[in-house]
């Protein structure tokens, strides 16, 4: 276990899953300074892994998160608008560095999510929620807005859900969540885990390169111009048929075995 501040950092699966818990459970991982820098921290040493397949991003506790952390927030209160726009990209860079994280990202949302929580929902590539879970993008009711996750949130729920839920400030539900695009698979809590398990075992079955690839194509192609996406999906699919990791899946399949790195 790697432990920061406001972060634990686990292996399983032969070490080719990490699961990165925020650790402030007696506050609903509240995001605070520290808390970002660490979820930054633990982000990037994992980017380095050549081996991993997949990151869990869950909270400890009862909650995922609750958002903007109260003393932050009070402090922010007192500070002049050039302080605030300081503390805002350090916000605005932890979620960038997140949602540009090379491989899967899977949200484990045990509890409330809320504000700047359903950003890190937004950014994840798999989200499985607790059918318990409340979300709400809550910042309306406080007299702010959630200005910096918006970018990837209305990425995921559109335009129409967006100006809705901004606006209202609502709580809803996992499976609301899950018919806007924000949230893929709802279950019941003691469910979670298994749900969880069942989507670790379909990444572990997928070639680690070819994860990276797979994921950077659906993140990025829909901003690309033709003439972009035409030499990168060319280059892409003709590297990985080449690649010894290319090689063996296909020939895994000719002879009806699972490959090296299947699990």
């Known amino acids: ?32 300074t520290q808390l970002l820098d660490d979820l930054k921290t633990a982000f990037d040493a994992l980017s380095r892994e050549d081996t991993l397949s997949g990151v869990i991003l869950t909270g400890a506790g009862k909650s995922f998160s609750a958002g903007a952390d109260l003393a932050m927030m009070q402090a922010a209160a007192r500070a002049t608008q050039e302080q605030n726009q300081e503390e805002a990209l350090q916000l605005a860079s932890t979620f960038e560095f997140i949602n540009a994280f090379p491989l899967p990202v899977v949200a484990r949302v045990n509890g409330a999510a809320m504000g700047g929580g359903l950003g890190l929902l937004a950014v994840s590539d798999i989200v499985i929620a607790a059918d318990s879970a409340r979300l709400a993008f809550s910042e309306v009711k406080l007299g702010i807005a959630p200005a910096v996750i918006s970018p990837y949130v209305v990425s995921k729920i559109g335009t129409s859900w967006a100006r809705r839920l901004f606006v209202t400030g609502e709580r809803f539900t ?32 997928g070639g680690p390169y070819a994860l990276r690839a797979c994921k950077a194509l659906a993140r990025d192609i829909s901003a690309m111009d033709n003439d972009t996406a035409r030499a990168i999906t060319t280059e892409t699919i003709a590297q990985l048929r080449v690649s010894a990791e290319g090689q063996e899946g296909l020939k895994a399949y000719l002879e009806k075995r699972k490959p090296q790195w299947s699990m």
Do not use: F, K, W
């Open 174 to 205: 996992p499976a609301l969540g899950r018919e806007i695009g924000l949230v893929h698979t709802v279950v019941p809590p003691t469910e979670l885990d298994e749900a969880v398990e069942s989507t670790v075992r379909e990444l572990l079955s």
């Open 1 to 32: 276990m790697e432990t920061y501040a406001t972060v634990t950092v686990t292996r399983s699966h032969a070490r080719r899953i990490a699961t990165i818990a925020m650790n402030r459970p007696d506050v609903h991982n509240a995001l605070n």
